[in-house]
C-alpha cells in the first residue's frame, strides 16, 4: 500500500507485524486460526495461549508501543515512493511468495515496479580482493544492462560494488536490508542507498522501521535475496561467509546458484570453490548465466527455441498475442513454474518480442 488510506485489515496486520514475538510462521498461524488479523488483534490472551504464542506477545498489539508504531509507519507511508506491502497484495514479488516463510510484511523505498522484473543477486565477501570488487562491479553492469535487476544486501565489499556497477550503466538494483530503513547501515553506504532511490531502485526490508542492525536477522535477509532472484552469483567468499547461507538457500528454494573461481592461494576463493564442488555453476562471464537459464528453461519444456521460430510457435508468445497476462498466470497456462516462465520472459523482452508494462506483458507484433 502506498499513499491510499489504509484499511482496518491492513492497520490490524501491521499491528500483528509488530508485536513482539511475532514471526512469520505465528503470524500465518494467527491468520489461519482467526480468519483476518483484525480478528486476532481482538482476540484474548487465552485464545492466543492456546496457540502457543510466547508470553510476551499476549496482549502486546495493544500495548503504547505497538500503537505508536503502527502511527509512525502510517506516517512514514505518506511520503512518496513508500510502500508497505502485505502477503497476498497483487504487489508483492511473486517468486518470493514461493519462499516457505515469506515475510508477511515488506517495506520498500523507491521504485515499486522493480518488483516485476527479473532479479540476479549479486553477493560476496565484505572484505573483497581488488579483484572481487572488480568483477562484482563489471558483472553487474553486464546483467543490468540486459536488462536484470541487480539485487544484493548493501553490505560493504561486494554487495556495495554490485549496487554501484548497475548504477554506473544507469541499470536498476535493488538493495535488501538487515535493518529497517530508518536505520541504514553500514553508515558508510548511507549516500549508496539515496543514489539507488534516485536512480529509480528500491530499498526492501521487512523489519520495522526502526530495527536497528542485529546479527540474527542478517541471516534472515540472505533469504530474501535468494527468494526475489531468479538465481544468485557469489563473487568471492571464504568458507566462513554468509554468502554461502545465500547460496545455499537458494539452491533450497529452487534457484540456480553462480560462483567465479579464483587462486587456490586466495582464502576469499574457497568459498566459490566449495560451491563449485556442490554443484553450482562455474561462471567465467555473464554468458555462462544466460546460457544456465536458458538451459533450466529447456531442461522441462521447449520455453526458448534455438533458431528464429515464428512468434506463434512458442509456447508464450501464443497467449500473449491474445490478451496482455501477468507471469503468474502464464504459469497457469503452460503449466511450467514461475522462474522458468520469468527467465523465458526476460530472453523475450530482450529480442523485443515481449513488452511489460505494470505487471502485465504483452507479445510485440510481428513487422
Excluded at 8 to 36: C, M, N, V, W, Y
Excluded at 142 to 163: K, N, P, Q, R, Y
Aim: glycine share 8%.
Amino acid at each position: 500500500m502506498g499513499n491510499t488510506a489504509p484499511t482496518d485489515e491492513f492497520a490490524a496486520r501491521l499491528r500483528l507485524h509488530l508485536t513482539p514475538g511475532i514471526g512469520p510462521k505465528r503470524f500465518q498461524q494467527l491468520l489461519e486460526a482467526f480468519g483476518s488479523a483484525q480478528a486476532a488483534v481482538q482476540a484474548s490472551r487465552n485464545e492466543w495461549r492456546a496457540l502457543g504464542m510466547p508470553d510476551r506477545s499476549l496482549g502486546a498489539s495493544h500495548c503504547a508501543e505497538v500503537s505508536q508504531g503502527l502511527e509512525h509507519c502510517l506516517a512514514w507511508l505518506e511520503s512518496p515512493h513508500r510502500h508497505i506491502l502485505m502477503r497476498g497484495d497483487p504487489e508483492y514479488p511473486a517468486l518470493l511468495n514461493e519462499v516457505v516463510d515469506a515475510p508477511p510484511v515488506l517495506y520498500l523505498e523507491g521504485e515499486l515496479k522493480l518488483l516485476e522484473r527479473p532479479q540476479i543477486a549479486l553477493v560476496g565477501s565484505r572484505h573483497a580482493s581488488h579483484q572481487g570488487l572488480s568483477n562484482a562491479k563489471a558483472f553487474a553492469k553486464e546483467l543490468a544492462a540486459a536488462g536484470f535487476v541487480v539485487t544484493s544486501g548493501l553490505a560493504l565489499g561486494i554487495d556495495g560494488a554490485a549496487h554501484q556497477g548497475a548504477l554506473d550503466v544507469q541499470g536498476h538494483t535493488l538493495a535488501v536490508l538487515g535493518t529497517g530503513l530508518e536505520r541504514l547501515y553500514p553508515q558508510r553506504h548511507q549516500s549508496l542507498a539515496r543514489q539507488i532511490v534516485e536512480q529509480g531502485g528500491a530499498l526492501l526490508s521487512e523489519l520495522p522501521l526502526q530495527t536497528p542492525p542485529q546479527a540474527s536477522n542478517f541471516p534472515r535477509r540472505n533469504r530474501l535475496i535468494s527468494g526475489l532472484s531468479l538465481g544468485v552469483l557469489v563473487v568471492e567468499a571464504s568458507l566462513a561467509s554468509g554468502s554461502l547461507i545465500t547460496a545455499r538457500l537458494a539452491a533450497e528454494q529452487g534457484r540456480e546458484v553462480f560462483a567465479i573461481p579464483g587462486s587456490i592461494h586466495h582464502t576469499g576463493a574457497k568459498g566459490c570453490h566449495q560451491l563449485i564442488r556442490e554443484g553450482a555453476c562455474l561462471v567465467e562471464s555473464v554468458a555462462d548465466i544466460l546460457d544456465a537459464l536458458r538451459g533450466w528453461q529447456c531442461t522441462t519444456a521447449p520455453l526458448v527455441e534455438s533458431s528464429g521460430p515464428a512468434m506463434a510457435h512458442h509456447p508464450l508468445l501464443s497467449p500473449l498475442l491474445v490478451t496482455p497476462l501477468t507471469a503468474e498466470a502464464l504459469t497457469q497456462i503452460v503449466q511450467q513454474p514461475l522462474p522458468q516462465i520469468l527467465a523465458a520472459l526476460t530472453e523475450l523482452e530482450l529480442e523485443g518480442r515481449v513488452v511489460c508494462e505494470a505487471g502485465l506483458w504483452t507479445a510485440c507484433m510481428p513487422r
